[in-house]
């Protein structure tokens, strides 16, 4: 067992799960968090503290000489206090997929990367090869349904000490090159936090790492053109069913419990992971077909009520706009809401994101920006939220930028009606979820005030 070791940012959703993988291997594990520290009440922080790990103030007090490692993510800005604490006392700076990756050192890794989609194929993988009685270990980006409740964030598992691991990689910076997996599902390549070219050459470069098999989506093959690893391209058109999406894969129909046709191809991915690992196809069908889903990806949030409330992480545009496409049903609005992640993806994606937005928003559907996430910093902040508003208001969208969560919550309730669905997207503010669920209960009498 390791001595204290300290994660900064530990509400993070990649960060908790770390945090929480962390207190196996270590007799203390501290964490910090700006919201912690601005009186923030989030769930996340609760069953944290349930898992063994000690809340402290992000002012640096948590770090001494005797502490192993301060882990960040890059997220975590270099003013950041426990940075400099550590600094002071010679504690080494550790990045959290360093962390992981050493964590996960000679244990069989099923590593899960893609522009889009890998937190819910990593949680579909993980949740098959428990159903199987694999008993694997789950490290994930967010957190699974079936998993999370009262003290348990819900994204990590602690499995049997042979079983595989299960872990989602992350290429927005570059971290992913920390592993060498036995076996990688690449979801998709799509441009996103760099240029397309760059983003092409980063995943070549990731499966030269992959020692024995690659499960791609469609397409992926022809990017990472020849390696040493066995490359297993899965294409499918994805067929819609009374419940929502099913695809044909080895002679049967694999349909999920997830809406939109991208989670029927996250499904067809999962399941020939699992098979190339020697399991059933009948019997992995039948694992996935009861998987909960992810929280935050197409989490539907209210109680059945009068009006569908949705809780998505999405953050750039190929997710904004399969998340705001898998909701487009006939009949029903959409009052969509989003929060840019940062001030450098926003600038970065800023043509790619409108024309994703005005792709999907409907005449009759409504959109809201909120401020840019403002992680503190040196940031540039010359690109804002008003500026992707007015993009989208010249190409016609009904949108409007809210100043913050209350006015974004008020301006809903002046606009919502029975029969309309709001999705409420966003990654990096833990107070989206909370927010999310606000909205359902705010609504969850509109029906009876209007009969």
């Not at 872990?167 to 441009?191: C, G, Y």
Request: net charge neutral; glycine share 10%.
């Amino acid at each position: 067992m390791g001595g204290h070791i300290h994660v900064a940012g530990v509400a993070g959703v990649g960060m908790s799960a770390l945090a929480q993988a962390l207190c196996w291997t270590h007799d203390r594990v501290s964490g910090s968090d700006r919201l912690l520290d601005r009186g923030h009440s989030l769930p996340v922080l609760d069953a944290l503290r349930a898992s063994g790990v000690k809340l402290v103030p992000q002012d640096g007090s948590a770090v001494n000489a005797q502490t192993e490692a301060v882990v960040y993510s890059t997220a975590i800005e270099e003013e950041n206090p426990d940075f400099a604490a550590a600094r002071r006392a010679g504690v080494p700076l550790r990045h959290r997929a360093a962390v992981l990756a050493e964590l996960a050192k000679g244990k069989p890794v099923l590593a899960v990367a893609g522009t889009a989609g890998k937190t819910t194929t990593t949680g579909m993988l993980g949740w098959t090869l428990e159903q199987l009685g694999a008993d694997p270990t789950v490290i994930n980006g967010g957190a699974l349904v079936d998993w999370a409740g009262p003290g348990r964030v819900g994204n990590v598992r602690r499995g049997k000490a042979d079983a595989p691991w299960v872990v989602e990689v992350d290429e927005s910076d570059r971290s992913l090159l920390n592993f060498h997996p036995a076996w990688s599902i690449l979801t998709n390549i799509s441009q996103d936090h760099f240029t397309l070219a760059e983003v092409q050459d980063l995943f070549r470069t990731y499966a030269a790492q992959v020692r024995t098999g690659i499960v791609c989506g469609a397409g992926v093959g022809a990017i990472l053109g020849t390696q040493q690893a066995q490359i297993v391209e899965m294409a499918a058109q994805p067929e819609r069913t009374d419940d929502g999406f099913a695809v044909a894969w080895r002679g049967m129909k694999l349909a999920g419990r997830q809406p939109g046709a991208h989670n029927a191809l996250n499904a067809l991915l999962a399941a020939e992971q699992c098979a190339q690992l020697g399991y059933a196809p009948e019997k992995i069908a039948a694992a996935l077909g009861r998987f909960g889903g992810i929280q935050r990806r197409l989490e539907r949030v209210d109680k059945d009520g009068p009006v569908r409330v949705v809780d998505e992480y999405a953050h750039n545009p190929a997710k904004l706009a399969a998340a705001w496409t898998a909701l487009s049903v006939p009949g029903r609005r959409i009052l969509g809401a989003w929060r840019p992640h940062g001030y450098g993806p926003l600038r970065a994606m800023l043509e790619p994101l409108t024309d994703a937005l005005a792709g999907v928003c409907r005449p009759n559907d409504r959109l809201w920006l909120l401020p840019v996430y403002d992680a503190g910093g040196t940031a540039d902040r010359s690109i804002r939220s008003d500026v992707l508003a007015t993009r989208l208001q010249d190409r016609g969208i009904a949108v409007e930028v809210a100043e913050n969560l209350d006015a974004l919550g008020a301006a809903m309730m002046r606009e919502v009606r029975p029969g309309d669905t709001i999705l409420v997207m966003g990654a990096r503010d833990p107070r989206l979820p909370v927010f999310a669920r606000d909205m359902a209960a705010r609504t969850a009498g509109l029906k009876k005030e209007n009969e």
